[in-house]
């Protein structure tokens, strides 16, 4: 039985297309985690040996805001593949799941290091079943333990596939940084928004939910409720113009 597929052209143009109609917003935002990623760095490295204790109280800051910013860029990059608006503030929408977002990379991370450790191979296998946990976690707020088995259901069939896209999205990167790294601000985007399209993909053929459209659903339910009220209080102000 064939497991779900996806195009790996389609995925990049999508990708491209997506980053040219929203470069302006993208450049921003890559100058906002470029300068969360690095301060805290810059500033640490100056406390390292006087202060530890001040380092150690940097270095945790640091790793926060980096979980908040990389639960972000997933948000912002699955808000585009739903032709829904992106923000600057979503970068930092998803902190209520910081502290699974950290027990998921850990548990990811261990997984794929023990695969490493053993035969190398089991390694990678396991980094690409396991590579959407945080997908889930983000996009449907999905327990720690069932992020990465969902993960592992949409990966089912198409682990080739996954593999040799990862080779083309490290491709785009790596050429983007050769054009003087300015190509990185086209670059980065194009393979992320690329990256969330297959899952998004993935994830419809896996037959699971999307959490966009439970929000239509709730959305739909909030105008009908409005819709709703509008009416009763016509029908009890019928001289009022709305």
Not at 160 to 174: N, R, S, T
Not at 176 to 193: E, H, I, N, Q, Y
Request: proline share 3%; with cysteine.
């Amino acid at each position: 039985m064939d497991g779900p597929k996806f195009s790996k052209g389609e995925a990049i143009r999508f990708g491209w297309e997506t980053m040219k109609k929203n470069l302006g917003f993208f450049i921003v935002l890559m100058i906002i985690v470029g300068i969360i990623q690095i301060v805290p760095d810059f500033v640490s490295d100056l406390y390292a040996e006087n202060n530890p204790a001040l380092w150690l109280l940097i270095f945790i800051c640091a790793y926060i805001l980096n979980c908040l910013v990389a639960m972000g860029q997933i948000e912002i990059t699955l808000k585009l593949c739903d032709d829904r608006k992106p923000r600057l503030d979503d970068l930092f929408s998803c902190a209520n799941l910081l502290l699974k977002y950290i027990a998921v990379s850990i548990l990811y991370s261990l997984i794929v290091l023990g695969g490493l450790i053993l035969l190398i191979i089991p390694g990678i296998i396991f980094a690409i079943k396991y590579q959407f946990c945080i997908y889930f976690l983000v996009d449907q707020n999905t327990g720690i333990m069932e992020s990465l088995k969902k993960s592992g259901e949409i990966t089912d069939g198409a682990k080739l596939d996954l593999f040799l896209f990862g080779w083309i999205l490290a491709g785009i990167v790596l050429l983007g940084a050769l054009c003087l790294l300015v190509g990185l601000f086209a670059a980065v985007p194009t393979a992320m928004v690329a990256h969330a399209w297959v899952f998004r993909v993935l994830n419809a053929k896996a037959g699971l939910p999307r959490a966009d459209v439970e929000i239509a659903a709730e959305e739909r339910v909030v105008e009908d409720a409005a819709e709703e009220d509008d009416s009763e209080a016509r029908r009890k102000r019928p001289w009022k113009k709305w």
